[in-house]
């Protein structure tokens, strides 16, 4: 089984910056992708940022010159690096990554439980 767990999340002002941090762990036999995606009270969730396992990264026009995606294939962790955030920016940011594991011979995609960002004007 995969678990990923998340982290970095809290409460930050207007303009300020977050580091959010997801390692995926288990029986991984290889992750195709890693994605960001957050979800806002009312709202429906919305995609983030992702990145490839060649290294690709894509973005959401709302965060695209603010946010940076980058992975470390070695600790099977991605990362969101947020800049000049905004209130519109919060929300709970979830984890997810497209998996193939050692017992189960297709890749699924598996989520994290999410990790709360508050932007304060």
């Known amino acids: 089984q995969v678990q990923l767990v998340e982290s970095g999340g809290g409460l930050v002002q207007v303009g300020g910056s977050l580091r959010l941090s997801c390692a995926a762990s288990?029986?991984?036999?290889?992750?195709?992708?890693m994605r960001w995606y957050r979800q806002a009270p009312g709202k429906q969730r919305e995609w983030v940022a992702s990145?490839?396992?060649?290294?690709?990264?894509n973005y959401a026009d709302s965060v695209r010159g603010r946010f940076t995606i980058s992975r470390d294939p070695a600790k099977n962790t991605v990362y969101l690096q947020m800049n000049s955030l905004n209130p519109e920016d919060t929300a709970i940011y979830y984890c997810?990554?497209?998996?193939?594991?050692?017992?189960?011979?297709?890749?699924?995609?598996?989520w994290g439980q999410g990790t709360q960002v508050t932007v304060s004007s």
């Open positions: 288990g029986s991984i036999f290889s992750i195709n992708v």
């Open positions: 997810n990554a497209l998996i193939r594991t050692y017992y189960i011979s297709d890749f699924h995609d598996y």
């Open positions: 990145i490839t396992a060649a290294g690709t990264a």
